[in-house]
């Protein structure tokens, strides 16, 4: 089936850790996302992929490092500069202009 | 003013019931927009685009008012299930960037 694949669905990280979240899309879309999620609260963009070996800063980019060497694929690292994880890490794809984003099923990230 | 405001609720109806959500958004150039439906714990799914006036898919209908820069979002014959957040999205009209999510406006349908 058509989708996108997070994993770990949860993830837990040590002070001073950096960790890895995975995003995988086989929709063949050129765009890819990467948004965070604090209960209660909107969706905040930490980096989006226009195309492959191309990204940019999103709102919340800070203590956040992404790459895009293959077009199915958009991983996350949560570095140690970040020092408030905690939160729900979603990805998402998109066709292009215009179009709308589809979204995995997320990762939660907890501080141990 | 903020890019995209959604009222929070929660809005608390009875089953059978008729609600409705706005959601404004601040740039006058957006060509579209889109809702998305979260449950507790999950991610956001799509539940409709609206790029011109509006559009209906049974029970739900979205609209689209250019001139006072806002969307609606109307559910008829609430069910139980509809219990959610719903999240406005809106494309800023500029090529290469994300879309503009509001907050989300809470629906609890009680029986």
């Known amino acids: 089936d058509g989708g996108i694949t997070q994993s770990p669905k949860y993830l837990f990280r040590k002070e001073g850790q950096n960790v890895t979240l995975s995003c995988e899309q086989n929709?063949?879309?050129?765009?890819m996302y990467w948004y965070r999620q604090d209960p209660g609260q909107g969706l905040r963009l930490i980096y989006y992929?226009?195309?492959?070996?191309?990204?940019q800063k999103g709102d919340i980019a800070e203590g956040y490092s992404v790459s895009r060497e293959k077009k199915e694929s958009f991983p996350l690292t949560v570095t140690s500069a970040q020092k408030n994880p905690t939160a729900f890490y979603l990805c998402?794809?998109?066709?292009?202009?215009?179009?709308?984003?589809?979204f995995g099923d997320g990762t939660r990230l907890s501080i141990l | 003013r903020k890019e995209v405001e959604q009222d929070p609720g929660p809005f608390n109806v009875p089953e059978g019931a008729t609600v409705a959500f706005n959601c404004t958004y601040s740039n006058s150039a957006s060509q579209s927009f889109f809702w998305y439906r979260q449950d507790c714990r999950k991610e956001p799914k799509l539940l409709m685009s609206v790029y011109s006036s509006g559009n209906e898919d049974g029970r739900f209908t979205a609209q689209l008012n250019r001139a006072s820069q806002y969307i609606s979002l109307l559910i008829r014959d609430s069910k139980l299930s509809d219990s959610a957040t719903y999240l406005c999205a809106v494309n800023p009209n500029q090529a290469g960037t994300a879309l503009i999510f509001g907050k989300g406006t809470t629906l609890s349908v009680s029986s």
């Open positions: 929709l063949n879309h050129d765009a």
């Open positions: 998402a794809s998109g066709d292009g202009y215009n179009q709308p984003q589809h």
């Open positions: 992929s226009q195309i492959v070996n191309d990204f």
